[in-house]
């Protein structure tokens, strides 16, 4: 927490090379936040920028209370929120559809390629959860964010995070269950199947 | 042991052990449980599997001409200054005065609570925010006669004090603050308070309802208690803010059944776009709303006792209560009165004045 606030220190004072030093360190993970949110690509981009214009000219808001990730992603899913209520949801054009479901519309086109199965599917089953399940998987699973954390980031109970990762979880795991479950978990998913029919 | 459906009961457990989110006693007792139940097993290993194959999604590094973009576009913005944590405390010069005007004013609200209404009064000047400054709770003939300025606004551009939502959040470095405060209102753009030595404490909505919870004060007196995400008013039984841009009508968040001590985010309408429209007419008094304890609109729902009364009529839900305003058009619309958009955040002198401006409008 002290080096997050010694870097918003600086990005305040006007150093030019903090703040990008902050664009690298979360540039990534606001953009695939917003993506989560927005699917028109123009927009997503246009709302990255305006999160991170907006975390800039607050950065003097952050005290160091928490950690800097747990800021920028609670500013950026105010954001996204606010994007969401400004525009109902739009229809993607279809080149744009293709283009996101092309490994090519990612920049790293040999880590798409060799992209497991299991591994697209979870891609497409995170992409079915609501927009409350998805960022807190996010939060949690992809970037790491404690309970806690999370809690901070979403302005929401600790409890609440806790609820709604595992129906998120159990979520993912129903639209998953014949790859995940493999060999043995099928057993059991057959075994709960067949408990169920007897009296 | 034959795999059964109550595992599905311990899963959230499961998960919280998983991320190593439970305490050392909880993760003996499923270590325990999992050494025996073939069917916790199972679903331990599938979360894990779930939670292997989220965190080897590839996240796509920033699209380098959005990061030029972007690197471009902060070029001519400044930074906003951090503002300061603490509200600012008026000299000790102030603080005698304040007791003694304090004091006149309690004992002149007290003889005033009795006196008979007076009709003849200005309602301008009794619907000012002077004028309710010495309670918050029902608009007796009594505080709508009181026009003396005893209690009113801090007369000293020294005495007031602004903070700003962000300010309010408190780290764990610093003790919460808690004011008592003396008057509660709001307008179009924010909510403004009284403490009890007079000073003044202004919380901008930004088009946004979120900026303060509301819970019910424990020992009966309104309160505002600096906290993370937002500021906490505590309210009495009757406690109310005064709508300062209609005058005669007021917001009482919390109906007197409410009771819980845990801070929910209430609006006396679901969104931001409905508060902007909403209808208030003189003698108007909308208690409850929607609340949450969550920020999302999507999670406000009506908050069970709530209603709205005009005059002697009561409107039970908010359906009713726009019946009536369907048909009569006569309503007043909220707007600026404490012109709190119209100065920068910190600038307390612009501020002071403005607000003394309004005040005696």
Redesign the interface.
């Known amino acids: 927490v002290r080096d997050d606030l010694r870097l918003a220190r600086r990005i305040q004072g006007g150093d030019p090379r903090a703040f990008e030093e902050f664009l690298d360190s979360y540039g990534a993970r606001v953009q695939y936040l917003v993506r989560r949110t927005v699917e028109n690509r123009t927009d997503a981009e246009d709302l990255t920028q305006e999160i991170f214009v907006h975390l800039y000219r607050n950065i003097g808001s952050y005290r160091g209370d928490a950690a800097l990730a747990t800021w920028v992603y609670r500013v950026a899913l105010n954001q996204c929120a606010k994007h969401a209520q400004k525009r109902p949801p739009q229809n993607v054009a279809l080149e744009e559809q293709n283009e996101q479901a092309s490994p090519d519309w990612r920049s790293n086109p040999e880590q798409a390629a060799v992209k497991s199965e299991l591994s697209e599917r979870v891609h497409d089953a995170l992409e079915q959860l609501s927009p409350l399940h998805k960022e807190v998987v996010v939060l949690h699973e992809l970037y790491g964010l404690t309970y806690q954390e999370c809690a901070q980031a979403l302005q929401v109970p600790i409890g609440t995070v806790k609820s709604r990762l595992f129906n998120a979880i159990r979520r993912l795991r129903d639209g998953l269950s014949e790859y995940v479950l493999g060999d043995a978990g099928g057993g059991v998913l057959r075994v709960e199947a067949a408990a169920e029919k007897t009296p | 042991m034959?795999?059964?459906?109550h595992s599905q009961s311990r899963?959230?457990m499961l998960?919280?052990f998983l991320?190593r989110?439970l305490p050392l006693w909880r993760q003996l007792a499923v270590r325990l449980h999992l050494a025996r139940c073939a069917?916790c097993r199972?679903d331990l290993?599938?979360?894990r599997?779930?939670?292997d194959?989220?965190?080897?999604?590839?996240?796509?590094?920033?699209?380098p001409k959005?990061?030029t973009?972007?690197?471009a576009?902060?070029q001519e913005?400044?930074?906003?200054?951090?503002?300061p944590?603490h509200i600012r405390r008026p000299v000790l010069i102030w603080v005698g005065g304040a007791a003694a005007l304090l004091l006149l004013a309690s004992v002149t609200a007290s003889r005033m609570r009795f006196a008979p209404m007076s009709l003849s009064g200005s309602s301008r000047a009794a619907d000012s925010p002077a004028a309710m400054s010495n309670s918050v709770s029902e608009p007796t003939p009594a505080s709508r006669s009181f026009t003396g300025s005893a209690a009113s606004e801090p007369q000293n551009r020294s005495q007031a004090a602004l903070i700003a939502p962000?300010d309010a959040?408190?780290?764990?470095s610093e003790a919460k603050q808690k004011v008592a405060l003396r008057r509660a209102g709001f307008d179009i753009d924010g909510y403004r308070f009284v403490t009890l030595s007079g000073q003044r404490i202004d919380i901008p909505f930004k088009a946004n309802l979120n900026s303060l919870r509301f819970a019910r004060a424990e020992d009966g007196r309104m309160t505002l208690t600096q906290a993370?995400?937002s500021p906490i008013l505590s309210l009495g039984p009757a406690d109310a803010l005064q709508n300062d841009a209609v005058p005669g009508s007021r917001w009482q968040p919390l109906p007197a059944s409410f009771s819980s001590l845990r801070p929910l985010y209430v609006r006396p309408v679901a969104?931001w776009t409905q508060f902007t429209a909403l209808r208030w007419y003189p003698n108007m008094t909308l208690v409850g709303g929607f609340a949450s304890?969550?920020?999302?609109?999507a999670s406000f729902v009506w908050l069970s006792g709530s209603y709205v009364r005009i005059g002697q009529t009561l409107y039970p839900d908010f359906a009713a209560y726009r019946a009536y305003a369907d048909v009569h058009p006569d309503a007043v619309y909220l707007r600026p009165i404490y012109q709190l958009s119209a100065a920068p955040i910190l600038d307390a002198a612009k501020r002071s004045g403005s607000a003394h401006g309004a005040s005696h409008r």
Not at chain 2, 2 to 5: A, G, L, M
Not at chain 2, 55 to 63: H, V, Y
Not at chain 2, 169 to 172: A, D, E, F, P, Y
């Open positions: 034959t795999p059964t459906r899963q959230p998960k919280s991320d989110e069917s199972e290993r599938a979360m599997q779930i939670g194959e989220l965190r080897g999604q590839a996240i796509d590094p920033l699209d959005l990061k973009r972007i690197l576009s902060v913005i400044t930074p906003v200054p951090t503002p944590m962000r959040v408190v780290g764990r993370f995400p969104d304890p969550e920020s999302n609109d």
